[in-house]
């Protein structure tokens, strides 16, 4: 397991990132980053001697569909349970981190456009947030 940086959002904040280790200091991406821009899964990375990641050395193609549920919402159970019912009919790996946040793996070549259709109306009504990341 490797961290991420993310104080430039919030002071002292880290993203874990299991991996799996290629040499002393490259690491290849094993989980749907959450929170970390610019790398998803199967990217491979380097890391700084605090186990932190350095750079990315090499990009697998993959992107990463994050979804964000507005936790106070009145809609949010209906909506986790729509949006896994369609990860799972698209056949899609995925990661839910404390039933509000969603991270989706996007393969090369996979669109996304059947799922993102679903999230616009919620994210119209400010039910979610959504973006989509390489």
Not at 3 to 10: E, G, I, N, T, Y
Not at 20 to 33: G, M, S, W
Request: proline letters at 4%; aromatic letters at 8%.
């Amino acid at each position: 397991m490797i961290h991420a940086d993310l104080s430039d959002r919030q002071d002292g904040w880290r993203e874990q990132l299991w991996t799996r280790q290629l040499t002393e200091d490259r690491f290849e991406v094993t989980c749907l980053p959450f929170f970390t821009y610019g790398i998803c899964y199967l990217d491979v990375v380097t890391i700084d001697s605090n186990h932190l990641v350095a750079s990315v050395v090499q990009k697998s193609g993959h992107r990463t569909l994050r979804i964000a549920l507005v936790a106070d919402h009145r809609d949010r159970d209906q909506l986790h349970e729509l949006l896994h019912r369609k990860v799972v009919e698209a056949a899609l790996p995925h990661e839910w981190l404390q039933g509000t946040y969603l991270s989706v793996d996007l393969p090369p070549g996979t669109d996304p456009a059947a799922l993102t259709e679903v999230l616009k109306a919620p994210a119209r009504v400010g039910a979610l947030h959504w973006e989509i990341d390489s």
